[in-house]
């Protein structure tokens, strides 16, 4: 067991090796940038697993609940818990640890950032104050706000702001909010560009809590702003390709290997390149089954069929253009890896499969999985309309009557968009 978890600290490791820190700086007489640490490591966004001591003890505990059932489990997970044990607390790490990814690029958007913290559900929302929607995302723990600048009113909620310089961004500045509540909002331009963008984001800080146990303060200077970047960069080495209503990016230099019908229902379109295979796979969607695209559903099924292997696995929420999509990001340094990225729209759903060693690839792990991560739809203003949840149907109606959740989430949309 000591000899698992160095490997699985080590191949961690690999995540965030960079110790340069945050370069957050601010000119003569500004004041510092809330919650900026130059102890934490300035890539360390790229890593999406964050997992706290709360997260093992909860993980743990699930664990042995699963162990001590004396009877048959009737639910079927958690048959498939009893008779593959190693794989209980990774799938119950994995509920705590994902990540929220976002990409902008419809109009004159171009833009990424992660976030690291779980996302339940997304809406689409328009601002009186902004020029342009604005995508939101809600999790346990935590509200992200993107789109165009949205901080002209809430100044009378502002108790400090300031201005900031950061590599990439150009006009940067920063407001945060009074009172206990942990608000930050940043404005931006990324350099060389003319489109100027808007974060706000809510969060806790309870050092209780097995999700994000941060504030936003330190989310927002340590996580987001270092992870921001425009997705110009992906046309250096990808390209988009079209599959009728769905579109994705593969390397410029990969080539289709075979178009092909499997199972009888199943349509695979696979591309090679040197030292990576790809498959684009789409099946119609059974509107009488659970919705597959669920990160609960992906985890599980992913664990079920590769179990608990040496390697850290990681899991985000990747929203493009307000819709959701799910993945999963095995890695191995120089080794086989594995991404998968799994969406849908109204009609199919679409599974993105990189199979690939770094060491033999043209290409870095984080470039395949920025490629993997861009995916976008032709219906997308109509897909968006409704809220996009993350969680089946039984968790979405408690939620929906929960006042603490879903009203204090609103509330705070409508003070953020008015």
Do not use: C
């Not at 489990?73 to 929220?100: G, H, M």
């Not at 407001?175 to 940043?186: A, D, E, N, R, S």
């Not at 702003?225 to 390709?241: F, Q």
């Not at 290409?363 to 089946?392: C, P």
């Amino acid at each position: 067991m000591l000899r698992k978890s160095l490997i699985m600290m080590a191949l961690a490791a690999a995540f965030t090796m960079n110790v340069n820190a945050v370069q957050i700086e601010v000119p003569k007489w500004q004041p510092p940038v809330p919650g900026a640490d130059v102890s934490i490591p300035a890539n360390v966004y790229e890593n999406y697993s964050h997992i706290n001591e709360n997260a093992q003890k909860e993980a743990e505990a699930f664990r042995v609940e699963v162990q001590s059932l004396e009877e048959e489990p009737k639910a079927d997970n958690y048959k498939i818990f009893k008779a593959k044990p190693d794989i209980v607390k990774p799938y119950k790490l994995a509920e705590f640890s994902q990540s929220t990814v976002i990409l902008l690029h419809e109009g004159k958007n171009n833009i990424r950032l992660s976030v690291p913290n779980i996302s339940l559900r997304g809406d689409t929302v328009e601002s009186k104050s902004s020029d342009g929607l604005l995508f939101a995302v809600h999790g346990y723990t935590g509200i992200l706000l993107v789109g165009p600048p949205h901080g002209k009113k809430i100044n009378k909620y502002i108790q400090n702001e300031g201005i900031y310089t950061y590599p990439g961004l150009e006009n940067a500045s920063w407001k945060i909010f009074k009172g206990k509540t942990h608000v930050m909002y940043t404005e931006f331009t990324p350099s060389k560009t003319k489109t100027t963008y808007g974060i706000t984001y809510l969060g806790g800080g309870d050092v209780k809590d097995p999700y994000q146990d941060k504030f936003a303060e330190v989310v927002m200077s340590n996580y987001i702003i270092p992870s921001i970047e425009p997705l110009s960069g992906l046309d250096n080495y990808s390209h988009v390709k079209h599959w009728d209503n769905f579109s994705y990016r593969i390397p410029k230099k990969a080539k289709l290997v075979s178009e092909a019908l499997e199972d009888n229902k199943n349509e695979v379109r696979t591309y090679e390149d040197v030292g990576v295979k790809i498959r684009i796979l789409r099946f119609r969607i059974d509107p009488n089954i659970v919705d597959k695209s669920l990160a609960k559903k992906q985890i599980f099924t992913f664990l079920n069929k590769y179990g608990d292997l040496e390697a850290p696995t990681q899991y985000a929420t990747v929203w493009n253009n307000g819709l959701p999509g799910f993945l999963i990001d095995r890695y191995k340094p120089n080794g086989e890896s594995f991404l998968r990225h799994f969406t849908k729209d109204s009609e199919y759903y679409y599974s993105y499969r990189i199979d690939y060693d770094e060491g033999k690839s043209l290409y870095k792990h984080k470039q395949l999985r920025d490629m993997v991560e861009y995916i976008g739809f032709d219906n997308a203003e109509s897909l968006r309309k409704k809220t996009q949840w993350r969680i089946d149907n039984s968790h979405k109606k408690k939620f929906d009557t929960d006042l603490s959740f879903n009203q204090w989430y609103m509330e705070w949309i409508n003070i953020l968009t008015q």
